[in-house]
């Protein structure tokens, strides 16, 4: 077995920072135990059918966690024999007129609009088992999903082909830069994806990855690259922003306060902002607690809206911000669309209490939208960010929301690990502890990615 002691670990205990450089004698050895914080999304669904289906994003801590870092590479090509069987028929036409489609680059192409194309052989980009820094929470081969035709569907728009993803052209991009993901644990998940669909192209003693309170970060040495990742779910300050401890269920964010998270991300090249689950319903009269001024001045004044509204305050104080504080010449900004779940099986002709276990085909169905998905929040955030327009300063809308809403077959489910790997009572509990709201990998967000690599590299 091949020991991952080489890596240069960063642990992180407390807020306190310590990077381990291991020796390179002890590459040897079997395996390596290290320490580190998990930030782990617990999933629980509290409701009865018919209201909103959500997700907890509890994060909890779990401290010194003894993990064991090893590779498992020869379970891989075995497992993915066992999703040869299906085969699109459409594929052989697809090649055939590819090169008529328009280039990628070209506005006119909604990269949006497509379908799903099974290709076992250009799919998946990398392997989940290989990826050093790949997260239990998403790490689905790992963790016993046996099935793994869903690595294998890739993204065709209609009209075009998506460019192809080179790890060497965008750490070139990214030479002397620092991309930086924002928001929740979904946005988590867009940035492992990131990091998994560069690392393999980076040899072992040139990355690291830092983790420092809400930042972690991945750092390829040799071209001075970091992609970063900042939890900050509700974007303001709020009492959710310690991604180990904190309140689910009774959120209040402070609607004039922005700075300090901005502090972190406000000078990076690159920022993919997310937020939209920790803005959705829990429960029909649930409300977002809205703080303004403080107590320290002695002008706190509570508010409650609706959890919609709160999602607005929150995206124009951003604008704002970025209105006065983002270097244009400087700063590429993004923002990724709403990302759906699929907690309700009904939706699409399946049963409720599976969720989406065992569900291993995407929808066919074109201009499929789950019933719970809410798509106007994603159009209310471009309409909040053409504000900028007249300053110059544009916010990409990285429309992944159809595609995967599509994706039914591309959850965690029961086959991750939450602290430590489920319960074999978890995971004959489907209902209580599927996971349908973030997403295996290799899977969906790396073609969220793909859209931000078109983007870095062909359209201004
Ligand atoms: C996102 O793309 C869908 C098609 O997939 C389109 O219907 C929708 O209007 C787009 N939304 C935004 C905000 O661009
Ligand atoms: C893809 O699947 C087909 C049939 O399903 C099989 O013949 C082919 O060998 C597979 N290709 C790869 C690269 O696995
Ligand atoms: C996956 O395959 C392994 C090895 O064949 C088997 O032990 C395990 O039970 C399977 N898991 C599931 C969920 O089917
Ligand atoms: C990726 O990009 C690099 C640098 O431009 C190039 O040398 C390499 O051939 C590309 N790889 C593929 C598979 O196209
Ligand atoms: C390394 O990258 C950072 C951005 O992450 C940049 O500020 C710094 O200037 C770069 N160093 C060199 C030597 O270019
Ligand atoms: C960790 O983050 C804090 C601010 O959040 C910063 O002051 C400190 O320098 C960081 N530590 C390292 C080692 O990057
Ligand atoms: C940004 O670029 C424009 C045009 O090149 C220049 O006029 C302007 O001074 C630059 N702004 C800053 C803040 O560097
Ligand atoms: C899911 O599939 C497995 C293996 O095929 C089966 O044992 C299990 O009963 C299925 N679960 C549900 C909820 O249908
Ligand atoms: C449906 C849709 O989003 N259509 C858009 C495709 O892209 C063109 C050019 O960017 C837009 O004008 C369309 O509205």
Known sequence: MKSEAGHKQA???????????????LRSIVSSLVAFFIVVSSVSLLFDRGQEAQVQLAVEQHKHQEVEVKHLPAAVDEQKSL?????????????????????????????????????????????????SFIFGEVACDKYGRNDTMYQHWTWQPHGCNLPRFNATKLLEKLR???LVFVGDSVNRNQWVSMVCMVEASIPEEHKMLVYNGSLISFKAFEYNATIDFYWSPLLLESNSDNPIIHR???????????????????????????????????????????MYGSFEDGDARLDEVEMVDGFKIALRKLTEYLGTNIDKNKTRIFFTGSSPAH????????????????????????????????????????????ALEPKGIRVQILNITQLSDYRKDAHPTVFRRQFVPLT?????????????????????????????????LLRK
């Open 11 to 25: 642990v992180a205990a407390g807020s306190k920072m310590t990077v381990l450089q291991s020796p390179a004698g």
């Open 83 to 131: 999703g040869q069987s299906l085969r699109s028929q459409s594929q052989e036409a697809q090649v055939q007129w590819a090169s008529e489609l328009l280039d990628a680059g070209e506005e006119e192409c909604n990269w949006s609009m497509g379908r799903w194309v099974y290709n076992n052989a250009s799919r998946p980009l990398y392997s989940g088992l290989k990826c």
């Open 176 to 178: 002397n830069k620092r």
């Open 248 to 290: 689910v269920e009774y959120r209040i964010i402070r609607a004039d306060r922005i700075d300090k998270h901005a502090s972190v991300w406000r000078d990076a090249d690159v920022i993919v902002f997310n937020s939209y689950l920790w803005w959705r319903k829990q429960k029909a009269d649930m409300k977002m607690k809205v």
């Open 343 to 386: 907690t309700w099986g009904s939706d699409w002709g399946g049963d409720d209490k599976n969720k989406c276990l065992n569900e291993t085909e995407p929808i066919q169905r074109e201009g499929y939208k789950g019933a719970t998905t809410d798509y106007s929040m994603m159009d209310e955030a471009k309409r909040i960010f053409e």
């Open 424 to 456: 074999k009572q978890q995971v004959d509990n489907p209902s209580s502890y599927a996971d349908c709201t973030h997403w295996c990998l290799p899977g969906v967000p790396d073609v969220w990615n793909q859209f931000l690599y078109a983007y870095l």
